[in-house]
């Protein structure tokens, strides 16, 4: 494919490439994405239960949707476009992953230097005295559980609506972002913010961007070349032609 081979030449050449990703790059492994056609989760939207508000008017509720999305994050592999983002670390030493998603696939991929802007499914937080703990049970208990050091209620370590990032990934974020001379964007609609400012951030600062997503997004217009495919059929493709432009000398 034309594009291809462009968005190869365009990024071979780079020194310091950012990969920013979204529930997309995850669709192939089976994790459902937010807006798409089955981004409701029983009847409600994301961003009905993806808030401190929801879990203070019904923990059990919130709680379930994790423990939901813990136990499919787990069953799930990593799929070729998660697995081709890491081999991209060979080509670009200085390669870094920022993901919107919580769900850990880039780094059981093999991804050394991945910024999770929106926590993580397998980190919990105390609700009390913001104690932070990893936890990979699953499934997870019913009901939230109960902080070990004080006895408070516990909740998924993820960025919910309304809630700042955690300030170093956003600043480590911002800071590659603008260092960058490459961006690869990949599965991501482009509809959440701060998250999506980076595109704008990396391009003012004078970075080649290219958008991997089989639709436009509203990133699209900040891409020098938009790939129209799936990640898991982009990726694999994207790397190989680029080893090959390296092995040419490019
Ligand atoms: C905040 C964790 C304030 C939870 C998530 C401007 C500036 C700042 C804030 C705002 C602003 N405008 C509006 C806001 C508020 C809000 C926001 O952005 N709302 C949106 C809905 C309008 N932002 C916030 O609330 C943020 N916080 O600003 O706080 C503040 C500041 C200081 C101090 C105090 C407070 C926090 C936002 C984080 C929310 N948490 N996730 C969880 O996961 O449960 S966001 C959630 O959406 C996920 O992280 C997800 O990754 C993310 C983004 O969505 P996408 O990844 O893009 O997924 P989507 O389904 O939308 O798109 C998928 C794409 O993939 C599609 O384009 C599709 O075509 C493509 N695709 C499908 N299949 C494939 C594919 N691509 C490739 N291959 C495939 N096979
Ligand atoms: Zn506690």
């Known amino acids: 494919m034309k594009a291809l081979r462009e968005a190869a030449k365009l990024l071979a050449p780079c020194k310091s490439l950012v990969v920013f990703t979204g529930a997309g790059v995850s669709a192939e492994s089976g994790l459902a994405t ?16 993806a808030t401190f508000e929801a879990f203070a008017r019904d923990p059990t509720l919130v709680w379930r949707f994790y423990a939901q999305r813990r136990e499919k994050a787990q069953a799930a592999e990593p799929n070729p476009a998660h697995l081709a983002i890491a081999g991209l670390q060979n080509l670009f030493p200085a390669r870094v992953v920022v993901t919107q998603n919580v769900d850990g696939l880039h780094q059981r991929a093999g991804s050394r230097d ?54 170093e990934a956003w600043s480590r974020a911002q800071s590659v972002c603008s260092q960058a001379d490459g961006l690869l964007v990949v599965g991501t609609s ?29 990133l699209s217009s900040l891409a020098e070349v938009h790939l129209p495919l799936v990640a898991g059929e982009a990726l694999p493709s994207l790397l190989a032609s680029m080893e090959e432009l390296r092995h040419a000398g490019i």
């Open 114 to 167: 991945v910024v999770e802007l929106h926590g993580s499914l397998w980190t919990l937080v105390c609700t009390c005295c913001a104690a932070r703990r990893q936890d990979h049970q699953v499934p997870l208990p019913l009901l939230p559980p109960l902080c070990p050091r004080c006895g408070g209620l516990e909740r998924p370590g993820v960025v919910w609506f309304g809630e700042e990032l955690p300030p």
């Open 34 to 49: 937010f807006r798409g056609a089955g981004g409701l989760w029983e009847g409600h939207r994301v961003e009905e239960v």
């Open 190 to 218: 482009g509809q959440v913010w701060p998250a999506a400012g980076l595109v704008e951030l990396a391009s003012h600062c004078g970075a080649r961007v290219v958008e991997v997503n089989p639709a436009p997004s509203a």
